[in-house]
Nanobody, 125 residues
Framework: QLQLVESGGGLVQAGGSLRLSCAAS????????MGWYRQAPGKQRELVAA???????NYLDSVKGRFTISRDNAKNTVYLQMNSLKPEDTAVYYC???????????????????WGQGTQVTVSS
């Protein structure tokens, strides 16, 4: 069974830091791009940061210089280090994995756009 499990969210004061983790579990062969999205109340979900299997990254302009995405391919885990947090960073943060190849029930499978359940990040002013 394929799962993405996020952790590390919470409540922090403006200027503080949090580190989010997202671990993919299952008999995984490979995961192409992994990314973090966020959705604030009343707003559309937006891409915060993404990292390819080879390590190329891209960021939302408003988080550049403050957030860093990284991944550990051996652990099928992606991280988001968030520094200098602002109240406008408050949102539910979701992990997404693109093109996950894995085995389930003895069969080779591939999932596209696989999402985690989300973790709340709240930044107080």
């Amino acid at each position: 069974q394929l799962q993405l499990v996020e952790s590390g969210g919470g409540l922090v004061q403006a200027g503080g830091s949090l580190r989010l983790s997202c671990a993919a579990s299952g008999t995984i062969v490979s995961i192409n791009t992994m990314g973090w999205y966020r959705q604030a109340p009343g707003k559309q979900r937006e891409l915060v940061a993404a990292i390819t299997l080879g390590g190329s990254t891209n960021y939302l302009d408003s988080v550049k210089g403050r957030f860093t995405i990284s991944r550990d391919n051996a652990k099928n885990t992606v991280y988001l280090q968030m520094n200098s947090l602002k109240p406008e960073d408050t949102a539910v943060y979701y992990c997404k994995a693109d093109s996950v190849s894995y085995f389930s029930g003895g069969y080779f499978r591939r999932e596209y756009d696989y999402w985690g359940q989300g973790t709340q990040v709240t930044v107080s002013s």
